[in-house]
């Protein structure tokens, strides 16, 4: 069956530190993958996008690596503040009559600490 | 100011009676979607228009309807056939191109008493 997994559980980290997220996937064969983040109670929002041809992409703190062989994609921000505190969505897209549809995974919450 | 913007925030109707969200945008995007959010969930796609008159289906259509008249509109209806419409509604625009970013609108808390 097909699946986009993201960690369930909520990531907690320092003031400073790096965050990594994980989306995972199974069955599916994107032609590019976005991320985007998400505030309680309010619509996502477009951060990064990544193509299959493409193993890294960078945007001020932020930078999302992608791997169709492992089909897994990274999303690291660094120097993180608390002011990061969210969830994080990826989505896949380019999947085979699929038009510009997106399909999300179930996000990631992340809690920075001061 | 350009957005998209969704009305009402909050929803509130009985069971068995169908109600319809609204969406617009003055983005120009050709493209319009509306997902279904529960608590703790991704967002689910719901139906899609990538052009005036003309929709598709998503994972999740059952119990719903839209219209897509206008290129700056796009309306959901919940209709009394969705087993259970209580969620968070989120409607997006985007341009056509493969990889073109998704804007979100603020969207609409639907309960159903």
């Known amino acids: 069956s097909q699946k986009i997994e993201q960690n369930s559980e909520a990531l907690n980290i320092q003031e400073g530190k790096t965050a990594t997220l994980t989306c995972n996937y199974t069955n599916y064969s994107p032609a590019y993958l976005q991320w985007y983040r998400q505030d309680p109670g309010r619509g996502p929002v477009f951060l990064l996008l990544i193509r299959e041809n493409e193993k890294e992409k960078r945007k001020e703190r932020l930078k999302v690596t992608f791997d169709t062989t492992l089909k897994q994609s990274l999303f690291h921000i660094t120097a993180s503040q608390p002011a990061d505190s969210a969830t994080y969505l990826c989505?896949?897209?380019?999947?085979?009559?699929?038009?510009?549809?997106?399909?999300f995974g179930t996000g990631t919450q992340l809690k920075v600490e001061l | 100011d350009g957005g998209i913007t969704q009305s009402p925030k909050y929803l509130f109707r009985k069971e068995g009676q169908n109600v319809t969200l609204s969406c617009e945008q003055n983005?120009?995007?050709?493209?319009m979607y509306w997902y279904r959010q529960d608590p703790g969930q991704g967002l689910r796609l719901i139906y899609y228009s990538q052009i005036v008159n003309d929709f598709q289906k998503g994972d999740i259509a059952e119990g719903y309807s839209v219209s897509r008249e206008k290129k700056e509109s796009f309306p959901l209806t919940v209709t009394s056939a969705q087993k259970n419409p209580t969620a968070f509604y989120l409607c997006?625009?985007?341009?056509?191109?493969?990889?073109?970013?998704?804007?979100f609108g603020p969207g609409t808390r639907l309960t159903v008493l």
């Open positions: 989505a896949l897209g380019g999947l085979t009559g699929g038009g510009n549809k997106l399909t």
């Open positions: 997006a625009s985007s341009m056509v191109l493969a990889g073109d970013e998704q804007f």
């Open positions: 983005l120009n995007h050709d493209a």
